[in-house]
């Protein structure tokens, strides 16, 4: 069985990786699926972020990295994918996903949302978040990956 997982991952988190770990447990397959979203203006390019995610996960055999433009179902459709990951971290994003989750459904009935709870001890983290801590020089190494620390630093010199 294979099942997406898709975001902006600008950056990645701690959090994501928690997700992906426990998804490939239970899943097997999955495909981490980076979004090129023209609308938006994301801190590292998609290929930085690609580059981050694979740096970053070299360490599960049955993990794919690509990107994608457009609809998240389409894209699950091409990748035979019938299954879409998404994470819930609190009960606001849990009526911000139920609509993702309830508008892909009615694209396509063939797709699947599965929700996993963030661990206790990632609740709190989310890419903006981590983005604003780093601005001001706070610590962050406990909400990244090493390669998306260095990035941030480097990126906020």
Request: proline share 3%.
């Amino acid at each position: 069985m294979k099942i997406l997982y898709p975001g902006t991952f600008d950056p990645l988190t701690n959090g994501h990786i928690d997700l992906i770990e426990r998804a490939e447990k239970l899943f097997g397959n999955i495909v981490v699926a980076v979004l090129e979203n023209t609308t938006k203006n994301p801190t590292f390019n998609l290929q930085k972020r690609i580059s981050q995610i694979k740096n970053s996960l070299s360490y599960l055999n049955n993990v794919q990295v690509i990107s994608y433009s457009g609809l998240t179902v389409n894209c699950a459709k091409d990748l035979k994918a019938n299954l879409i990951l998404r994470g819930l971290r609190a009960m606001s994003d849990f009526e911000y996903e139920l609509q993702i989750a309830h508008t892909n459904k009615s694209l396509n009935k063939d797709i699947e949302t599965i929700f996993l709870s963030t661990n206790t001890n990632f609740s709190f983290l989310s890419s903006s978040l981590v983005k604003e801590v780093a601005k001001f020089g706070g610590e962050i190494n406990h909400m990244v990956p090493p390669c998306v620390e260095r990035d941030l630093k480097e990126y906020f010199k």
